[in-house]
C-alpha cells in the first residue's frame, strides 16, 4: 500500500481556515491517487476531493465544493487540504487514504492505504 502521514489539524473558530498535508511515501507519489475523507460525530467516513498526482485531476464530493481544495506540491512528495469558511460541522476526524494508479470512486473500502487521522475541531 501507499504510505500516508497527515498532519494540520487543529482547533479553530468558525469561519477560520485550516490547511491538512497528507505525506505521501516518496517511492509512489508520481503514481498515486490521494483522497482526503472524514468522520464526523454521527455520521459515517465521508469521501472530500481526491487528487491524481500524474495528472493533477481533481475531484470533489458535494460538501466540499467552494470551500475545500485539494492541491499538491511534487517537491515535498505532499498533497494539501486547504479548509476555508470552516463550520462547527466541520469537525471531526480527517483520513489521508491512497491508492495506486488510478482514482477509484471515493468509497472508503476502496482506498487501501490509511493513515492514522488528524483532529479537527471548530467552535
Known amino acids: 500500500h501507499v504510505q500516508v502521514v497527515e498532519s494540520g489539524g487543529g482547533s479553530v473558530q468558525a469561519g477560520g481556515s485550516l490547511r491538512l498535508s497528507c505525506k505521501v511515501s516518496a517511492d509512489a507519489y508520481a503514481r498515486s491517487c490521494i483522497a482526503w475523507f472524514r468522520q464526523t460525530p454521527g455520521k459515517e467516513l465521508e469521501g472530500i476531493a481526491q487528487i491524481l498526482t500524474r495528472e493533477s485531476t481533481t475531484n470533489y464530493v458535494d460538501p466540499a465544493k467552494g470551500r475545500f481544495t485539494i492541491s499538491q506540491d511534487n517537491a515535498k512528495n505532499t498533497v494539501y487540504l486547504e479548509m476555508n469558511s470552516l463550520k462547527p460541522e466541520d469537525s471531526g476526524m480527517y483520513y489521508c487514504?491512497?491508492?495506486?494508479?488510478?482514482?477509484?470512486?471515493?468509497?472508503?473500502?476502496?482506498?487501501?492505504?490509511w493513515g492514522q487521522g488528524t483532529q479537527v475541531t471548530v467552535s
Open positions: 487514504a491512497s491508492e495506486w494508479d488510478v482514482c477509484p470512486p471515493m468509497i472508503a473500502s476502496l482506498f487501501r492505504g
